[in-house]
C-alpha cells in the first residue's frame, strides 16, 4: 500500500498559462498537496498577480510557448533557477471565435502553435529532467469538451485540443518505458473569468450549456486542479494515455 498516494510531496511542477483561473486552481491544488510550483506565462504582471493570491507560495518565470526555438533553453533556465522539475502541465492556451468563412490560415496556426506546437516543444525540451523523477515523473495536458465535441467557431482550438487526445497516447505510449506518465484533464464549463465573459451577454447559450449537464451546475476551476493532482500523484501509478474529463456529465448528459 501507498502510504499517502495522493501527496505531491517531492515534486517540482512547472504549469504553463499560470497566471489564467485554471492554471492557478492547478497551482493551488499542487501546492495543498505539497508540490512546489513554478508558474509561467507571458505576462509578468499577472503572475505576480497569482503569487500574491498564493501568498508567495510559488515561484514565476515568464515564457512564451510558441518561442520553440527556445524551449531547451527555457528548460535548462527552469532546472540552474529552482531545480529539476518532475511534473510538467501544459494548460496555456487560446482561442479565436469566428465562422469558419472568416477564419484565417494565420487565426487557425496562432491556436496551433499554442496548444500543439508549444506544449510538444515544451514536454520534449522537459524530457531530460522528467527521465531523471524515478519512474515518478509525469506530462500532463488541459484538454476540453472541444476534444470530443464539435463547437463551431472555435475550428483551431477544436482542432488543436483533439490533437492532444492524440499527443497524450502517443507520448504516453513511447515514454511509457522511461517510467513517464501522460494523461490529460478535459475541463467541462468551468467558471472561471473566461467563462463568465463568454456567457454573461449570451443568455441562450448559457442556457443551453446548462441543459446538457446532468448535475445541473458548472464546475470550480479546483476541479480541474484536484483531477490533476490525482494524476500527477502515486495513487495514478498504473493510469497513463487517459483523458479524465471532468464534466458534471455533460459529455454523456442528453
Not at 487560446?94 to 496548444?115: A, L, Q
Not at 504516453?172 to 456567457?199: C, M, Q, S, Y
Not at 470550480?220 to 484536484?226: L, N, Q
Request: charged residues 20%; neutral net charge.
Amino acid at each position: 500500500m501507498i502510504e499517502t498516494p495522493f501527496s505531491l510531496s517531492g515534486h517540482r511542477a512547472l504549469i504553463t498559462g499560470g497566471s489564467g483561473g485554471l492554471g492557478k486552481a492547478i497551482g493551488k491544488c499542487f501546492l495543498q498537496s505539497g508540490a512546489e510550483v513554478i508558474l509561467t506565462g507571458t505576462s509578468e504582471t499577472k503572475l505576480e498577480t497569482v503569487r500574491k493570491e498564493l501568498d508567495g507560495k510559488v515561484q514565476i518565470i515568464c515564457f512564451d510557448v510558441t518561442d520553440t526555438s527556445n524551449s531547451r533553453d527555457f528548460a535548462k533556465t527552469v532546472e540552474s533557477r529552482f531545480g529539476r522539475i518532475s511534473v510538467l502541465v501544459n494548460n496555456a492556451g487560446n482561442t479565436v471565435k469566428k465562422p469558419v468563412d472568416d477564419m484565417g490560415v494565420d487565426d487557425f496556426t496562432n491556436v496551433m502553435n499554442t496548444h500543439v506546437t508549444g506544449a510538444f516543444s515544451l514536454s520534449q525540451a522537459f524530457l531530460p529532467q522528467i527521465r531523471q523523477a524515478n519512474g515518478k515523473g509525469s506530462i500532463l495536458f488541459t484538454a476540453s469538451m472541444a476534444s470530443f465535441l464539435g463547437i463551431p467557431h472555435v475550428i483551431g482550438y477544436s482542432a488543436a485540443k483533439a490533437a492532444y487526445v492524440g499527443l497524450v497516447r502517443a507520448l504516453a505510449t513511447e515514454l511509457a518505458p522511461d517510467g513517464i506518465r501522460v494523461n490529460g484533464v478535459a475541463p467541462g464549463w468551468i467558471r472561471t473569468d473566461l467563462f463568465e465573459k463568454a456567457t454573461q451577454t449570451d443568455p441562450a447559450r448559457f442556457a443551453k450549456i446548462r441543459a446538457r449537464i446532468p448535475m445541473d451546475c458548472f464546475g470550480d476551476p479546483e476541479d480541474i486542479g484536484w483531477a490533476m493532482t490525482y494524476l500527477a500523484s502515486r495513487a495514478a501509478k498504473y493510469v497513463t494515455g487517459e483523458i479524465l474529463v471532468v464534466d458534471g456529465g455533460a459529455l454523456h448528459g442528453f
